[in-house]
């Protein structure tokens, strides 16, 4: 088995990388509405106060909440445009769990875009006070809303908002397609057989079983030589005179 380092990284489809990209085009988009929001926050109050002004209903009241919703809105659109852009970076890792957590977040995203889209191609604000008698009708509130604010605005808003839900379908859909799947596909190690040259670790030893470390205070052999043996018995020289008290130890006598 080789090591994990040396195995090479698998290679990112284009499919994916675009995808990555839509999502960030999806976050940059969402922070320009958001400062769209922000620069028109006080003269969405003003026209709704104006519109307000010739009824029973309370115009500051209704301004703040509606102030209030839009802003919310964006700022809610905004953190999970971060999430999705946070998500595109592990998509570009190839983690699968990323992968179907954007399609997740990205379906509800879808939903409160294309909501919106709806909502400012019926009308804008609507707040029934038409239907009641006890307000404005949402054309009027729509009138002063146009007076009030720049000329540039309203197209930029829808447009923003198309852009954003083309990108974030566009980016659901690459990384739905087949060939993306083997790259967030897990996979299994394989073996490689050893390289030329290459230093691998001996064979580990068995657990419980224990090794043979040599025995204490046994002599080893000699590296070379033959081993030693008793020096002969020294011969009998003239001055050692046998003993005269055993039997058969005089010599003969001479005649």
Do not use: H
Not at 46 to 64: E, F, K, M, P
């Amino acid at each position: 088995m080789v090591d994990s380092q040396s195995t090479p990284a698998r290679q990112r489809p284009s499919i994916v990388s675009i995808s990555s990209y839509l999502l960030f085009l999806f976050l940059a988009l969402q922070v320009i509405s958001l400062i769209i929001t922000l620069s028109t926050f006080g003269k969405t109050r003003d026209a709704l106060r104006a519109a307000y002004a010739d009824s029973a209903t309370d115009g500051d009241q209704v301004a703040d909440v509606f102030a209030v919703i839009g802003i919310g809105g964006s700022i809610v659109l905004l953190l999970l445009a971060v999430v999705l852009g946070v998500l595109a970076l592990f998509n570009n890792q190839g983690r699968n769990g990323a992968r179907i957590t954007t399609w997740i977040v990205g379906g509800i995203m879808v939903c409160c875009v294309g909501g919106g889209l709806l909502s400012n191609a019926a009308g804008g604000f609507n707040t029934g006070g038409g239907s009641t008698g006890d307000g404005p009708s949402p054309e009027e509130i729509q009138r002063r809303l146009e007076e009030a604010l720049p000329s540039w605005v309203t197209p930029v808003s829808l447009l923003l908002g198309v852009l954003s839900l083309i990108a974030l379908i566009a980016a659901l859909v690459l990384l739905a397609l087949p060939k993306a799947n083997p790259f967030f596909r897990k996979q299994a190690a394989g073996w490689e057989p050893p390289t030329p040259g290459a230093s691998y670790p001996g064979n580990p030893q068995v657990p419980g079983q224990p090794g043979y470390p040599q025995a204490s205070g046994e002599p080893g052999y000699p590296s070379s030589g033959e081993p030693s043996y008793p020096p002969p018995p020294a011969a009998n020289r003239p001055d050692d005179t046998p003993p005269t008290d055993r039997p058969g130890s005089n010599p003969p006598p001479t005649s």
